[in-house]
């Protein structure tokens, strides 16, 4: 169970897959058993493709809402070279929820803005489950004026 506790329905056939693949692995490796994971990888890789290309609505909103879907916070490292988190809306506070900050993708200088929802329980809390506050939203258009101003 490489992903953690909580699995969907419609994934257990890829769980299975990825299960055989785990022990085909810790094993010890003859040729055979190499071409072996290759193949079930492959297998693995089209199942996903089948499953995910084909879900019914509340399968999309089960998919939407998973608890492992990555978060802003996982996407930073891997799109942005540089990222300085802003604080603050200068009126009242900062929103835990609101996470604003300005990054470099390349040599392009940007703005970032997303929702944060935490992954632990104290996380959670904390980002009030992502759902923002009103001082959440006056620092998002306060970043944003910000980043009008030096042309971003």
Not at 43 to 50: I, Y
Not at 56 to 67: G, K, L, N, S, Y
Not at 84 to 101: C, I, N, R, S, Y
Not at 118 to 147: D, S
Request: aromatic share 8%; net charge neutral; charged share 30%.
């Amino acid at each position: 169970m490489a992903r953690g506790l909580h699995r969907l329905p419609l994934e257990k056939p890829i769980y299975e897959l990825e299960d055989k693949i785990a022990d085909l692995e810790t094993a010890p490796l003859g040729k055979q058993s190499q071409d072996e994971v290759q193949q079930l990888r492959r297998e693995c890789a089209d199942l996903q493709k089948q499953i995910f290309g084909n879900l019914d609505p509340w399968q999309t909103v089960e998919v939407a809402r998973h608890p492992n879907r990555p978060k802003t916070s996982d996407y930073l490292s891997l799109v942005f070279d540089e990222f300085v988190e802003l604080h603050g809306d200068k009126a009242f506070g900062d929103d835990p929820a609101m996470l604003t900050g300005f990054a470099k993708i390349d040599r392009h200088k940007v703005l970032v803005i997303g929702h944060q929802k935490g992954k632990t329980l104290t996380e959670k809390q904390a980002c009030h489950f992502g759902c923002a506050h009103p001082e959440g939203y006056r620092k998002a258009m306060g970043k944003m004026r910000l980043a009008a101003k030096y042309g971003l």
